[in-house]
Antibody, heavy 122, light 107 residues
């Protein structure tokens, strides 16, 4: 059973960098076959895909956030991380890490973390 | 980006009712369409993928159909645990995009 767990500060000041880590158990982020992804949900709103890391090295981002986002992986800890720079109040959201599938015949987003609320405020 | 539009945004139904939610893609996505259920304060849960394939462990009261641009999720015989918000999502291309959600409430 794959499990994902987000961790990181719940409060970030405007203009600073939001940093979150997702720890994966029951599966390896370096095994291939999956996009290890970040998704966010603004309060009371829909879901926004942020990006993924694949095979611990290749990352791809939503063009709407690309200039501010970095997703990286640490295979020794089986973790992947999100950094979002120059945050504003509009980045206040619940951030989820999730597993997406490379093969389109597979199940997309079959495992999710429980989510972590990050508030941007001074 | 492919825009996903769900309707209705919300609906009220009674226990035992059959409900249908629709999702329309702004361009063809073949059958690369997934449905998720989200209860308050919880992460989304995968229900259906490939437009009509039931995720493991999901009861068959959930069913999906469609291809191309128009899709539906049907829940037969609503139970109390089914009152939640439902999202569609396309995985034909990147960026992955989601519908805005349909909240199913108790009448």
């Amino acid at each position: 059973q794959v499990q994902l767990q987000e961790s990181g500060p719940g409060l970030v000041k405007p203009s600073q960098t939001l940093s979150l880590t997702c720890t994966v158990s029951g599966g390896s982020i370096s095994s291939g076959g999956y996009y290890w992804s970040w998704v966010r949900q603004h309060p009371g709103k829909g879901l926004e895909w942020i990006g993924y890391i694949y095979n611990s090295g290749f990352a791809y981002y939503n063009p709407s956030l690309k200039s501010r986002v970095t997703i990286s992986g640490d295979t020794s800890k089986n973790q992947f991380s999100l950094k979002l720079r120059s945050v504003t109040a509009a980045d206040t959201a619940v951030y989820y890490c999730a597993r997406d599938s490379v093969g389109q015949w597979e199940v997309p987003f079959d495992y999710w973390g429980q989510g972590t609320l990050v508030t941007v405020s001074s | 980006d492919i825009q996903m539009t769900q309707s209705p945004s919300s609906l009220s139904a009674s226990v035992g009712d059959r409900v249908t939610i629709t999702c329309r893609a702004s361009q063809g996505i073949s059958n690369y369409l997934a449905w998720f259920q989200q209860r308050p304060g919880k992460a989304p849960k995968s229900l259906i993928y490939a437009a009509s394939s039931l995720q493991s462990g999901v009861p068959p009261k959930f069913s999906g159909s469609g291809s191309g641009t128009d899709f539906t999720l049907t829940i037969s015989s609503l139970q109390p645990e089914d009152f939640a918000t439902y999202f569609c999502q396309q995985y034909n291309t990147f960026p992955r995009t989601f519908g805005q959600g349909t909240k199913v409430e108790i009448k």
